[in-house]
């Protein structure tokens, strides 16, 4: 009942220099749904290349991604990305980079308007429909990331590094909300997948954690957790 699944999948880079370097070696990995699923890992240990393959932006040297048992490259997929720079366009209101993705997925003008109004409401926006990314801090304008990968209902909503760019303040802020969203199912998703080098934030925020060790391309198994009880 995976929603995503990842079978031996590899990722070889070619350099300029050198030969190909092995990024991730035969990995098996299960998305499925009612979890938050971190990927953790040191920078350059291959988080990102996994967050790619896993959402069909790349595709894997050898194995294969399955969204609901199809390969994910035959596939209609649902899936939001919030990322670390938050990818806003600085030309639109807040409103406007919300309502962008509706647009591009064809809901009409009126339908648009009240679901994404609905979605900044719900990551706490309300009033600032008509102000820039510019005008906003780092926190509102992740809040702005936040309401437009939710807006169209993804089946999974994938993050990378989305805390990373701001102070630890907001940073906890924003976790503390969202872990309230997830945990009140008032989220518009099934499952949460985000990538982090963050040990506490995954600790924090996780059902499941993945560690990535720091030579690249290996999922450690060899990673002893000792679990505390209070
Ligand atoms: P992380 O997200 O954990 O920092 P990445 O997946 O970004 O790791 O990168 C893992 C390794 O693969 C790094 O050594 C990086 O330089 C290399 N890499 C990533 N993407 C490419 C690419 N498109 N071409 C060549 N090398 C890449
Ligand atoms: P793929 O071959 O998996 O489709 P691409 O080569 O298109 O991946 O690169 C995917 C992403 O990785 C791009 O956003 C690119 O900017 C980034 N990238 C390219 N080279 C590197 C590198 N050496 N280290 C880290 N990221 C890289």
Do not use: C
């Amino acid at each position: 009942e995976a929603i995503i699944r990842a079978e031996k999948i590899e990722k070889y880079y070619s350099q300029p220099s050198e030969n190909r370097i092995q990024v991730i070696s035969a990995t098996d990995l299960n998305i499925v749904p009612g979890e938050i699923l971190a990927l953790l890992g040191p920078s350059g240990s291959g988080k990102s290349t996994m967050l790619r393959m896993l959402t069909g932006l790349s595709r894997p040297s050898a194995g294969q991604v399955y969204w609901h048992e199809k390969p994910i490259a035959q596939t209609e997929i649902n899936v939001s990305i919030v990322f670390q720079s938050f990818a806003l366009f600085p030309w639109m209101t807040v409103l406007e980079n919300v309502e962008a993705p509706l647009q591009a997925r064809g809901v009409l003008p009126e339908e648009r308007r009240q679901r994404s109004m609905r979605m900044l409401d719900t990551v706490g926006l309300d009033g600032f429909e008509a102000a820039y990314p510019k005008e906003l801090s780092g926190g509102m304008r992740q809040r702005v990331g936040f309401a437009r990968a939710l807006v169209v209902e993804p089946e999974v909503l994938f993050m990378d590094e989305p805390f990373s760019a701001l102070d630890v303040l907001t940073a906890e802020n924003l976790r503390s909300e969202l872990l309230e969203l997830w945990s009140k199912k008032t989220m518009p998703t099934k499952a949460v997948f985000i990538v982090t080098h963050n040990i506490e934030e995954a600790v924090l925020l996780a059902d499941r954690i993945i560690v990535l060790g720091r030579n690249p391309g290996h999922i450690r198994t060899d990673f002893r957790v000792q679990l505390q009880h209070p």
